[in-house]
């Protein structure tokens, strides 16, 4: 008998969809059954009733327990993952940023390690580098050994968290001979700080001018510089947050030259425009890059819908209220960054729906009246970028589609089924949601994470700190072993020893 039969969904993979019972055992996929077969008996069937059925989402960005300057980011791994769960994400990616000089990468890698056994979630992580010397081989070595094999590096924030161009070299040059991939932060500082300081000259520092100080060009600027390096080192480049045609452009044209780039969106590009730093509560968007101008962000979505973006992660970073409003007269003294781990599903679905409509129709959407097409190359290219090209780039195995052999993650949801954002209502570790009072559609109805039903129709079933460290594969191993991504393949050494060495393995779970 099995576990959990997801019986007569719409099971949805990035490369095609089909009306069928899903089986679960021991936490994973044990079989995909056509819809016209009996459903078989399990200690629990769901019926999805025709409702689309997804892999559950891989968040691949989100800075949990941050230490920026004087702000912290005021959610655990806890509340972070417990809210990623209710957003339909069952795997999130958080980083390890050394939080100043007397801390190295390892330590800020090690001390999130330690913090994750709380989480509700898979986790995985990436490190990061801030400035060179000669222990960083050794360290990236053995943060390649704890399954960590990404470095995020900024090209902005001087004084803080950014690299120089040498740093950004020589870890690119380490991550090819680790296999890993080279995050990167594009914006161009330079530009920024001058530009900056002219606007502090002028008494235009305030939140209103957020967007104002960091125009396009810095952002293009920097994503040019970038991938010239990466051609240079021959590093696999993946540019977080980009927020302009012009950027992912930069990444689409590398690629047709043969560089290993790609492109991640966050939902708040593709949903606000610059118009909201003129609102009543311009500090509610304090994040960099900021919105841009509403032709810009017509012009991104389009890039969404056909392709030219590969991911959609939230970027999120849980400030509050207090902490945003403590500054606004100054954006270099405030915290930037935006809860989102929780409403990127129904965003970003929106956003596409939106988008796929306008693509055909030619005329724009107004935001918030979501166009719903429940067809299926929206839906199987929506779990492409929430699920499975995150699951795929960051090689972490198991994950971003449902297949036997495959975590047992998934989200059912009704595409026609709308609901406003209501802040309040959320439950990641703050008081506002840049995207309060939107009509959304692309809420998980029922969210399942290694085979426990944790999200249904009689609310939110905590699991307890049962999240598992995902120990993540080779870069170029992944991407030339396609096999290796298809779980029906036994567990995987990595998953293994990460399972042991941090957390109970699931099957341990109490059921
Ligand atoms: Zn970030």
Redesign the pocket.
């Known amino acids: 008998m099995a576990d959990l039969v997801i019986a007569d969904g719409l099971v949805v993979n990035a490369s095609g969809a089909r009306r069928a019972h899903v089986v679960v055992e021991n936490g994973r996929i044990a079989a995909i059954l056509d819809a016209t077969e009996p459903v078989p008996a399990a200690d629990r069937v769901i019926n999805a009733d025709g409702r689309a059925v997804i892999p559950g989402g891989v968040d691949g960005?989100c800075?949990v327990a941050q230490v920026t300057g004087r702000y912290r980011t005021l959610d655990d791994f806890a509340i972070t993952s417990t809210a990623a769960l209710w957003g339909g994400t069952t795997t999130i990616v958080d980083f390890g940023i050394p939080r100043d000089d007397s801390e190295t990468p390892l330590q800020a890698a090690r001390n999130k390690l330690a913090l994750a056994k709380e989480s509700r979630c898979d986790v995985a992580l990436h490190g990061s580098v801030v400035s060179w010397d000669d222990t960083v081989p050794a360290q990236l070595e053995e943060l390649a050994a704890l399954g960590i094999r990404s470095v995020k590096m900024y090209m902005t924030n001087r004084g803080s968290t950014m690299a120089d161009n040498d740093t950004v070299l020589k870890v690119m040059k380490e991550m090819v001979r680790l296999d890993g991939l080279t995050y990167i932060?594009a914006e161009h500082d330079a530009m920024i700080v001058h530009c900056t300081r002219e606007h502090a000259e002028a008494d235009r520092i305030g939140i209103e001018h957020l967007h104002e100080t960091r125009p396009e060009l810095t952002e293009e600027a920097s994503v040019r510089e970038v991938l010239a390096m990466a051609e240079y080192t021959g590093a696999p480049v993946y540019f977080?947050?980009q927020s302009t045609p012009g950027a992912v452009d930069l990444v689409t044209d590398a690629r047709a030259r043969g560089l290993d780039a790609h492109s991640e969106t966050c939902p708040h590009y593709l949903v606000l425009d610059d118009g909201v730093y003129a609102s009543r509560f311009p500090e509610w968007f304090a994040c960099c890059p900021p919105m841009r101008s509403r032709k810009t962000v017509s012009a991104l979505r389009g890039r969404f819908a056909d392709g030219s973006i590969h991911t959609i992660s939230s970027?999120h970073?849980c400030y509050d209220l207090t902490q945003k409003r403590e500054r606004t007269d100054d954006i270099r003294q405030m915290p930037h960054g935006l809860p989102g781990v929780e409403t990127r599903m129904p965003v970003a679905f929106t956003a596409l729906s939106e988008a796929f409509l306008e693509s055909r129709t030619g005329v724009e959407t107004a935001p918030g009246t979501a166009a719903t097409m429940d067809n299926e190359a929206l839906l199987c290219r929506f779990v492409e970028m929430f699920s499975t090209a995150p699951a795929r780039i960051n090689a972490i195995p198991g994950k971003g589609v449902i297949a036997p052999g495959y975590d047992a993650d998934f989200v059912i949801f009704d595409p026609g089924e709308a609901r406003t954002v209501v802040a309040s209502s959320l439950h990641m570790g703050t008081d506002f949601s840049p995207f309060d009072g939107k009509v959304l559609h692309g809420w998980p109805q029922v969210v399942v994470a290694a085979g426990t039903v944790v999200l249904d129709e009689a609310g939110f079933h905590d699991p307890g700190p049962v999240g598992r460290f995902l120990s993540r594969l080779g870069y170029r191993e992944t991407a030339t072993h396609p096999g290796t991504m298809d779980a029906s393949a036994p567990l995987l050494p990595g998953l293994q020893a990460a399972a042991h060495s941090a957390r109970p393995n699931v099957g341990a779970k109490a059921k």
Do not use: A, L
């Open positions: 960005h800075h932060h977080v947050h970027d970073s």
